[in-house]
């Protein structure tokens, strides 16, 4: 069992920066694949950007490719995403996921087993 915790949300303004950190209970967190999906109002969630469990591999959807970094530091069972050259169209609740096997591309949702409680990130125009 894995519990995930998401922080660092908040109100930014355009161009400006966020780092989101999503915390994890568990032995396990090396092994497992990390996601970060988003939701914006009145939209399906999406996917944003994973970290394989080393962190030697990482992937994003396009909109972000450029703005966004995906690390993680599995000594603190850590993984964050960095946030820069935000626009509004970023506004959304922001969630972490771990899978513990999926493919290399990692994008679907019912790829992950556990999931964050979501945290909001408001940008301003």
């Known amino acids: 069992q894995v519990q995930l915790v998401e922080s660092g949300g908040g109100l930014v303004q355009a161009g400006g920066s966020l780092r989101l950190s999503c915390a994890a209970s568990g032995r396990t967190f090396s092994s497992y694949t990390m996601g970060w999906f988003r939701q914006a109002p009145g939209k399906d969630r999406e996917f944003v950007a994973r970290?394989?469990?080393?962190?030697?591999?990482?992937y994003f959807v396009d909109s972000v490719v450029g703005r966004f970094t995906i690390s993680r530091d599995n000594a603190k069972n850590t993984a964050y995403l960095q946030m820069n050259s935000l626009r509004p169209e970023d506004t959304a609740v922001y969630y972490c996921?771990?899978?513990?096997?999926?493919?290399?591309?990692?994008?679907?949702?019912?790829?992950?087993?556990?999931w964050g409680q979501g945290t909001q990130v408001t940008v301003s125009s």
């Open positions: 996921a771990a899978s513990h096997q999926c493919d290399y591309f990692c994008i679907r949702e019912k790829s992950y087993d556990y």
């Open positions: 970290i394989k469990w080393s962190g030697g591999s990482t």
